[in-house]
């Protein structure tokens, strides 16, 4: 019965903060746009471009070709 002295301005206090927090967050439009957030992970930032997407494919192409050359010599110094 001694603890539930103590609980209710405890409490009391708990929820003063929560009211105050909510009433801050209001004025200061915390909650105005609530939607393009959560949209916002569904669609990309940017579409890569062709000549993006060929250069990657050239890298590539030219890091294979030095790969194969490399063993290739690896091979003849067998």
């Known amino acids: 019965m001694n603890s539930i002295y103590l609980l209710i301005?405890?409490?009391g206090?708990?929820?003063g903060i929560a009211i105050w927090a909510f009433i801050w967050a209001v004025n200061n439009d915390q909650f105005d746009d609530m939607d393009s957030a959560?949209?916002?992970i569904l669609f990309d930032d940017e579409s890569p471009t062709i000549d993006a997407i060929k250069t990657e494919d050239?890298?590539?192409s030219k890091d294979h070709t030095t790969a194969m050359k490399s063993n290739?010599?690896?091979a003849d110094d067998r």
Do not use: D, R, Y
């Open 9 to 11: 301005p405890v409490t």
């Open 13 to 15: 206090v708990f929820l």
């Open 38 to 40: 959560a949209s916002s």
């Open 58 to 60: 050239l890298k590539k």
């Open 72 to 74: 290739q010599e690896n």
